[in-house]
């Protein structure tokens, strides 16, 4: 009796510790919160491309750049550019703050406005980590076409701290 006891304890404490494990998950929680301030002059200018994930609207895309400026109505225009088979390719956009300074609202399309998340900006205002409402964007920004490697090995694992799957990134060439 005593045997069987110690037998189903065991059982019952191995299938208890299963469900805990299996229920244990160690990769972070997609975290997408922005900074807590952004001076917008301060942003305004030209950013380089770094590295992003991979999407269409890029696909293929070198040497690109963001330049942000802020317009008469307070909506800051917003000219991606870069070369893709040789060629220049440019796509104008708006964007427009919103209540948290860390989140513009950023549109290519007519009507259609997506999230654009500052979540890292160093002091300076030299790198910049963003994302957007899900895990399917993911841009390192830079006031220069090269970052030092500290500076990249920080956005990186700041990125893979907020859940994104770093290894997706595409480093584009500068």
Not at 99 to 120: A, E, H, T
Not at 149 to 154: L, M
Request: net charge neutral; hydrophobic share 40%; proline share 3%.
């Amino acid at each position: 009796m005593i045997r069987n006891m110690v037998l189903l304890l065991t059982l019952v404490s191995v299938m208890a510790f299963a469900v805990y494990a299996e229920g244990t998950d160690d990769s972070p929680k997609f975290d997408n919160t922005t900074v807590r301030s952004v001076d917008l002059e301060k942003y305004l200018g030209t950013w380089f491309e770094i590295a992003r994930f991979d999407h269409s609207f890029e696909r293929g895309l070198e040497y690109a750049t963001a330049r942000y400026t802020l317009m008469d109505n307070g909506k800051v225009k917003v000219v991606n550019s870069g070369i893709k088979d040789g060629q220049v390719k440019t796509s104008e956009g708006k964007a427009k703050t919103t209540d948290n300074p860390g989140l513009l609202r950023v549109s290519f399309f007519g009507p259609f406005y997506s999230d654009y998340r500052i979540m890292m900006l160093d002091d300076d205002y030299k790198y910049a980590l963003i994302g957007s409402g899900s895990q399917k964007y993911l841009w390192i920004l830079s006031r220069t076409p090269q970052i030092p490697e500290d500076v990249k090995a920080s956005m990186l694992l700041e990125a893979r701290l907020r859940g994104y799957d770093v290894s997706k990134l595409i480093w584009v060439k500068q």
